[in-house]
């Protein structure tokens, strides 16, 4: 069964501390982006990555960094310097190639406390 | 630039209420739109598309028109469910940077 992976779904931390949410796919997908989703609010582009080894910071990247060493994987981590960085997390994928529609999946709800 | 603007939330409709949704866009071209959902505590799921002027994408009872002169992508079902209670994205494929641009989202409440 293809789709995006998640894990985990919910993380708690200690302020001053860097967590790293993992994304993983199976559908041979290009693209990989990372979006940020505050209650009640929209999306918020964080990073995106079109081809391996190469990514471009979104709208709000400060306090995070990620690596596209594989096509499958784009973990994001979140650094000490975010300020606020409890939110729930979601990863997405697209195939390229001219085709724009992306994928998601569950999300992760990181709380730091 | 590229944005998309959506009917301001909440809706609130009873169940077999007719239902839109309304997304209007700005952007260069014509661009691919998007209708996703997403159900509380979950990600998004792609709800329809539609990718050339007058398309109409549709799925589970959802329907969209891509309308060029009015450079809207309404969203209509006929008969609402309490299961469609949800949060709806419209959303557009941008030509200038490969991505989607996303509108705020319209949270839909449906009662029994």
């Known amino acids: 069964d293809g789709g995006i992976t998640q894990s985990p779904k919910y993380l708690f931390r200690k302020e001053g501390q860097n967590v790293t949410l993992s994304c993983e796919q199976n559908?041979?997908?290009?693209?990989m982006y990372w979006y940020r989703q505050d209650p009640g609010q929209g999306l918020r582009l964080i990073y995106y990555s079109q081809i391996v080894n190469d990514f471009q910071k979104g709208d709000i990247a400060e306090g995070y960094s990620v690596s596209r060493e594989k096509k499958e994987s784009f973990p994001l981590t979140v650094t000490s310097a975010q300020k606020n960085p409890t939110a729930f997390y979601l990863c997405?994928?697209?195939?390229?190639?001219?085709?724009?529609?992306?994928?998601f999946g569950p999300g992760t709800r990181l709380t730091v406390t | 630039g590229d944005s998309v603007t959506q009917m301001e939330g909440p809706v609130t409709l009873s169940e077999e209420a007719f239902l839109t949704i309304n997304c209007t866009y700005t952007?260069?071209?014509?661009?691919?739109l998007f209708w996703y959902v997403q159900y509380p505590g979950e990600g998004l799921q792609l709800l329809l598309k539609a990718t050339k002027a007058d398309d109409k994408g549709s799925n589970k009872g959802f329907e969209a028109t891509y309308r060029k002169e009015t450079t809207s992508f309404h969203l209509e079902k006929g008969s609402v469910q309490v299961s469609d209670s949800a949060v709806y994205f419209c959303a557009l494929g941008s030509y200038s940077n490969y991505q989607l641009i996303w509108g705020a989202g319209t949270k839909l409440i449906i009662k029994p």
């Open positions: 997405a994928s697209s195939p390229g190639g001219g085709r724009y529609e992306q994928y």
């Open positions: 952007a260069t071209g014509y661009p691919s």
């Open positions: 559908l041979n997908h290009d693209a």
